[in-house]
């Protein structure tokens, strides 16, 4: 039986016994029926806006700000150490893809992107920088700007025992260029000291890419990951047939293991 088939089928049982039924797709997703880069680019741009709000009909929650639920930690040069908590980053709403592109052989898709980002909260860092042993915290504020990623997703669509296909995510990995611009700003740097606080951060500033890498990294590994699994639940919540018109061949899906 093909898919398409199953999916009349599933719709006519739902008629019958009322005990099925598939969420209805917001009107933002717009499926493709052909793997075009250019219709998937305009569909992912047609879709960020709608999707960073968040769909609570399919549990999905609102991305933009994304509330960090883990303190992120990171290791500076000069065995400087870095904990953010309470953050949230702001701009994953800002997101323009560049080109987005699907490469059936590999299952893989592959988005070229770039966003705004600003993360916010609070901040603890110990070890030295320039001439001062620091034990410090505060309030930090870093903004990223024009943050270029490329961002490949593999998966598979899986058949679940109602005979619908749902995409999984195999895996993903990314890429971000660093060469962005990039501004810090941490509160209360040196204690009690805010001229030279501001100093200190004049300095730091001034290699802005270092510290995109520094920085940027750990945050992004959050902020992917976290995009990746709101994905998989979008993933499970919409059917193949819902969100793709490109008919399925054989060697796409696999039956779920019970
Ligand atoms: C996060 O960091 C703060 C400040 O350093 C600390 O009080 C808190 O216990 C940490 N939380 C976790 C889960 O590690
Ligand atoms: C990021 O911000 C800059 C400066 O405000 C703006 O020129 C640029 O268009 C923004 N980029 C995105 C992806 O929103
Ligand atoms: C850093 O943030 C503080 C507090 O919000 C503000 O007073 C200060 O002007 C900011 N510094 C820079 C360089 O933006
Ligand atoms: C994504 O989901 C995995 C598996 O449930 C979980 O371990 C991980 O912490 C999640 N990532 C984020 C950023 O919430």
Redesign the pocket.
């Known amino acids: 039986m093909s898919i398409r088939k199953h999916f009349v089928f599933i719709v006519f049982s739902v008629c019958v016994y009322g005990s099925l039924q598939l969420i209805p797709l917001p009107d933002y997703i717009h499926p493709c029926s052909e793997l075009s880069d250019e219709c998937f680019t305009k569909a992912t741009m047609d879709a960020i806006p709608g999707i960073v709000k968040g769909i609570p009909e399919a549990g999905i929650p609102s991305l933009d700000p994304l509330y960090l639920e883990k303190n992120i930690s990171m290791t500076l040069p000069g065995n400087l150490k870095m904990t953010f908590h309470n953050a949230k980053l702001v701009g994953l709403s800002t997101c323009i893809p560049d080109k987005v592109s699907s490469r059936r052989k590999k299952r893989t898709f592959v988005f070229d992107m770039h966003c705004n980002f600003t993360v916010s909260g609070q901040y603890s860092l110990l070890g030295r920088l320039l001439l001062f042993n620091l034990d410090t915290d505060g309030?930090a504020?870093i903004k990223i700007y024009n943050q270029r990623i490329r961002l490949e997703v593999v998966e598979r669509v899986v058949l679940n025992k109602n005979g619908e296909g749902h995409y999984k995510i195999n895996s993903y990995k990314y890429k971000a260029d660093y060469g962005t611009d990039l501004?810090l700003?941490?509160?209360n740097l040196i204690r009690g000291n805010p001229a030279i606080s501001?100093q200190v951060?004049?300095v730091l500033?001034a290699d802005s890419q270092t510290l995109a890498k520094d920085f940027g990294g750990p945050i992004l590994d959050y902020a992917i990951d976290y995009a990746m699994n709101v994905t998989q639940k979008f993933f499970d919540a919409y059917t193949y047939d819902q969100i793709s018109y490109v008919p399925l061949t054989e060697d796409f899906f696999e039956k779920e293991q019970e």
Do not use: Y
């Open positions: 309030q504020k501004k700003n941490l509160t501001a951060l004049q500033n």
